[in-house]
């Protein structure tokens, strides 16, 4: 009776060994399925943020060319400012060299200049 209890015993141990791994492979299947879920979302959403980030990347270069021609529309106006600038420097120049000059002559025309050398102009009458 030993040997058949013995056997009895190393069956059911088998049965509860084979009933264990069963459970845990049905759980590490659950596991498998979730974590497979989680991959399938995840790719998803790298598909979509590529998808976006691409967009996004567009858009800033589309930002990037339209800044650089308003880059280069802006140096025109600078240019042109500066352009002006020197134009605006060279009249005031003229300007107070002509202040200077007509200065000059009303000094002449005022009482108080007396020139250092007369010169008188006799006008003739000759009919």
């Known amino acids: 009776m030993p040997v058949e209890f013995s056997v009895f015993l190393i069956a059911v141990a088998f049965v509860g060994l084979v009933i264990s791994i069963i459970m845990l492979l049905r759980k ?27 967009d996004v ?41 002509a202040v200077s000059v007509l200065n000059h002559g009303s000094q002449a025309a005022s009482p108080e200049y007396v020139p250092t050398n007369k010169i008188t102009i006799k006008k003739s009458r000759d009919r």
């Open 28 to 54: 590490m299947m659950v596991s498998l399925d979730e974590a497979n879920k989680t991959l399938a979302e995840a790719r998803a959403t790298l598909r979509e943020l590529s998808s976006e980030a691409g």
């Open 57 to 97: 990347l567009q858009h800033a270069n589309e930002i990037a060319l339209e800044v650089k021609d308003k880059m280069r529309a802006m140096d025109s106006i600078v240019n042109s400012a500066h352009d002006v600038g020197q134009i605006l420097h060279t009249v005031t120049d003229t300007a107070r060299k």
